[in-house]
C-alpha cells in the first residue's frame, strides 16, 4: 500500500507540471496507453482537470467508452478511443499514423499498460511470458519512438512512463514483471538525456 502512495504521489507530481490550458482552448492532446482504468484513468482524469484533450488506448471497448463519457461529462473535454492490443507489433506504428494522419497536437504521451499477476516465470506459459514483455517492455519503447515526431514538433512536451517500485530490485517470486519494470526505469532514464536538448521531458 505504501507503494501504492509513493507511485501516485510522483504521478500526481510529474503530471502539475503538464502546462495548463484555457479550457476556451482547442488544446492539446495527451495520450494515454492504458487509460481505461486504475492508475492509467486516474492520470487521464488528472489530465482532463488541466484541459488536456485526451487519446485512451486499451484492448477492451467497453471500458474506453465508459470512460470516455465520465471524461468528457466531467471536463468538457475531447476524449478519442482506440480499442488496440499494445502488444501487437504493428500497435505502435498503427497509432502513430492514427495520430499522424489527423496533425494531433500531441504534448504527452503516458506509458501505462502493463501486465503483472501473481504468478510469475517458473509457472507461467512461454506465450504469456512473451506477452508480459511485449506490453511491458515493448509497447513502451515502440510506442515512445514512433511518436517522438509528433512530440518534438509540439516540444515542449513530456513522456511519462509508469514502471512499479518492482524495477528496484530483483523480486524471485516476481522474476519477469521486476525484470521488465527494470528495464522500463533504465530506459527512462537513458532517454530523460537523449532527448532533453529537443524539449522532451521524460520520466
Not at 3 to 18: D, T
Not at 22 to 51: F, M
Amino acid at each position: 500500500m505504501k507503494n501504492l502512495f509513493f507511485i501516485v504521489a510522483l504521478l500526481s507530481m510529474y503530471v502539475s507540471h503538464a502546462q495548463p490550458v484555457s479550457s476556451s482552448s482547442p488544446g492539446p492532446y495527451a495520450l494515454v496507453a492504458g487509460g481505461s482504468k486504475g492508475i492509467g484513468y486516474a492520470i487521464a482524469e488528472a489530465l482532463a482537470r488541466r484541459h488536456y484533450n485526451l487519446v485512451l488506448i486499451a484492448r477492451h471497448a467497453d471500458s474506453l467508452l465508459a470512460a470516455k463519457a465520465k471524461l468528457e461529462s466531467a471536463y468538457k473535454i475531447h476524449v478519442e478511443i482506440l480499442t488496440i492490443d499494445l502488444s501487437r507489433e504493428s500497435s505502435a506504428t498503427d497509432i502513430a499514423k492514427w495520430c499522424t494522419d489527423r496533425e494531433l497536437p500531441l504534448k504527452m504521451l503516458c506509458n501505462v499498460a502493463g501486465f503483472g499477476g501473481a504468478r510469475d516465470y517458473l509457472s507461467l506459459s512461454l506465450d504469456t511470458l512473451r506477452y508480459m514483455v511485449r506490453l511491458n517492455v515493448e509497447s513502451t519503447m515502440a510506442l515512445t519512438l514512433t511518436l517522438l515526431p509528433l512530440l518534438e514538433k509540439n516540444a515542449p512536451s513530456y513522456v511519462l512512463n509508469v514502471a512499479s517500485m518492482a524495477g528496484f530490485a530483483p523480486i524471485p517470486v516476481k522474476n519477469m514483471y521486476s525484470a521488465t519494470k527494470s528495464a522500463v526505469i533504465f530506459f527512462s532514464y537513458s532517454l530523460h538525456y537523449q532527448l532533453k536538448e529537443k524539449g522532451i521531458s521524460v520520466s
